[in-house]
């Protein structure tokens, strides 16, 4: 049997911050929404989920940064919508 795959949605604030956010950003946040598309509950030790029901706020390690995000069904496509990015790091 195949691995679930999630399709991934940015709401527009979300992609506006990456857009114009710092490399670090954009490959941290690229590199973590990877390993979310394949099991949106797998931590490791680059990342903590904390669940509830369908939201899931994903914790960055060492803090820097944080993901919002709930899972959907969209057209019968298992989705992620990320909905929230709080980014600690260069403060």
Do not use: C, K, N
């Not at 029901?53 to 940064?65: L, N, Q, Y």
């Amino acid at each position: 049997m195949a691995a679930r795959r999630y399709d991934v949605v940015l709401t527009a604030g979300v992609a506006a911050q990456l857009r114009d956010g710092p490399p670090a950003l954009q490959g941290t946040v690229a590199g973590i929404i990877a390993m979310l598309r394949v099991d949106p509950d797998a931590a490791s030790q680059a990342v903590v989920i904390h669940a509830d029901g369908d939201r899931r706020t994903v914790v960055f390690a060492s803090g820097m940064a944080f993901l919002s995000l709930y899972l959907a069904e969209v057209e019968g496509t298992p989705t992620i919508v990320v909905t929230e990015l709080i980014w600690l790091a260069g403060r």
